[in-house]
Nanobody
Protein backbone atom coordinates (compact mmCIF):
# COMPACT_ATOMS: atom_id res chain seq x y z
CA UNK A 1 0.00 0.00 0.00
CA UNK A 2 1.08 3.53 -0.79
CA UNK A 3 -0.38 6.69 0.70
CA UNK A 4 -0.05 10.05 -1.02
CA UNK A 5 -0.55 13.47 0.52
CA UNK A 6 -0.55 16.60 -1.63
CA UNK A 7 0.08 20.14 -0.46
CA UNK A 8 0.80 23.56 -1.89
CA UNK A 9 -2.42 24.46 -3.66
CA UNK A 10 -4.15 27.79 -3.26
CA UNK A 11 -5.35 30.96 -4.92
CA UNK A 12 -2.99 32.89 -7.16
CA UNK A 13 -3.31 35.63 -9.74
CA UNK A 14 -2.68 34.96 -13.41
CA UNK A 15 1.03 35.03 -14.15
CA UNK A 16 1.90 33.85 -10.66
CA UNK A 17 3.54 30.66 -9.43
CA UNK A 18 2.77 27.78 -7.10
CA UNK A 19 4.68 24.69 -6.09
CA UNK A 20 2.81 21.50 -5.34
CA UNK A 21 4.28 18.69 -3.28
CA UNK A 22 3.21 15.08 -2.97
CA UNK A 23 4.70 12.99 -0.19
CA UNK A 24 4.47 9.22 -0.43
CA UNK A 25 4.48 6.81 2.50
CA UNK A 26 4.00 3.09 2.98
CA UNK A 27 5.54 0.72 0.46
CA UNK A 28 7.51 3.46 -1.24
CA UNK A 29 10.21 1.04 -2.40
CA UNK A 30 7.73 -0.33 -4.94
CA UNK A 31 6.90 3.03 -6.54
CA UNK A 32 7.81 3.38 -10.19
CA UNK A 33 6.15 6.30 -11.94
CA UNK A 34 4.71 9.30 -10.13
CA UNK A 35 2.67 12.01 -11.74
CA UNK A 36 0.31 14.91 -11.47
CA UNK A 37 -3.18 14.98 -12.93
CA UNK A 38 -5.83 17.66 -12.80
CA UNK A 39 -9.57 17.85 -13.10
CA UNK A 40 -11.46 21.04 -13.80
CA UNK A 41 -15.22 21.30 -13.15
CA UNK A 42 -17.18 19.49 -15.82
CA UNK A 43 -14.05 18.06 -17.43
CA UNK A 44 -12.26 14.74 -17.37
CA UNK A 45 -9.17 14.19 -15.32
CA UNK A 46 -6.08 14.76 -17.44
CA UNK A 47 -2.36 14.14 -17.18
CA UNK A 48 -0.27 17.19 -16.38
CA UNK A 49 3.17 15.63 -16.02
CA UNK A 50 4.81 12.41 -14.89
CA UNK A 51 8.27 11.28 -13.86
CA UNK A 52 9.65 7.76 -13.88
CA UNK A 53 11.93 6.21 -11.30
CA UNK A 54 14.97 7.02 -13.44
CA UNK A 55 13.93 10.65 -13.89
CA UNK A 56 12.38 10.55 -17.34
CA UNK A 57 9.53 13.05 -17.65
CA UNK A 58 6.42 13.50 -19.73
CA UNK A 59 4.62 16.84 -19.90
CA UNK A 60 1.25 17.77 -21.29
CA UNK A 61 1.44 20.18 -24.24
CA UNK A 62 -0.80 22.60 -22.35
CA UNK A 63 1.77 23.09 -19.58
CA UNK A 64 5.02 22.56 -21.43
CA UNK A 65 7.54 25.36 -20.76
CA UNK A 66 5.47 26.54 -17.77
CA UNK A 67 5.31 23.57 -15.38
CA UNK A 68 8.20 21.40 -14.23
CA UNK A 69 7.89 18.06 -12.48
CA UNK A 70 10.69 16.79 -10.28
CA UNK A 71 11.23 13.97 -7.86
CA UNK A 72 13.27 13.46 -4.72
CA UNK A 73 13.55 9.71 -4.23
CA UNK A 74 15.29 10.12 -0.87
CA UNK A 75 12.24 12.00 0.44
CA UNK A 76 9.69 9.96 -1.55
CA UNK A 77 8.30 13.25 -2.78
CA UNK A 78 7.32 14.56 -6.18
CA UNK A 79 6.97 18.26 -6.93
CA UNK A 80 5.21 20.32 -9.55
CA UNK A 81 6.56 23.81 -10.06
CA UNK A 82 3.92 25.85 -11.84
CA UNK A 83 4.90 29.18 -13.39
CA UNK A 84 3.03 31.65 -15.58
CA UNK A 85 -0.26 30.32 -14.31
CA UNK A 86 -3.39 30.94 -16.35
CA UNK A 87 -7.06 30.92 -15.34
CA UNK A 88 -7.50 27.75 -17.39
CA UNK A 89 -5.07 25.98 -15.04
CA UNK A 90 -7.73 26.18 -12.34
CA UNK A 91 -8.51 22.63 -11.22
CA UNK A 92 -8.08 20.08 -8.48
CA UNK A 93 -4.61 18.63 -8.83
CA UNK A 94 -4.07 15.00 -7.93
CA UNK A 95 -0.89 13.07 -7.33
CA UNK A 96 -0.72 9.53 -8.66
CA UNK A 97 1.78 6.75 -8.07
CA UNK A 98 2.19 3.46 -9.86
CA UNK A 99 3.54 0.73 -7.61
CA UNK A 100 3.66 -3.03 -8.18
CA UNK A 101 1.07 -2.73 -10.92
CA UNK A 102 -1.38 -0.74 -8.82
CA UNK A 103 -2.36 2.92 -9.06
CA UNK A 104 -2.63 5.09 -5.98
CA UNK A 105 -4.16 8.56 -5.80
CA UNK A 106 -3.89 11.42 -3.37
CA UNK A 107 -6.88 13.34 -2.10
CA UNK A 108 -6.24 16.32 -4.37
CA UNK A 109 -5.36 19.95 -3.81
CA UNK A 110 -7.26 22.90 -5.26
CA UNK A 111 -5.47 25.38 -7.49
CA UNK A 112 -7.40 28.50 -8.43
CA UNK A 113 -5.99 31.11 -10.80
CA UNK A 114 -7.77 34.44 -10.92
CA UNK A 115 -7.70 36.68 -13.96
Amino acid sequence: QVQLVESGGGLVQAGGSLRLSCAASGSTFSINTMGWYRQAPGKQRELVASVSADGGTINSDSVKDRFTISRDNAKNTVYLQMNSLKPEDTAVYYCRARASGYLYWGQGTQVTVSS
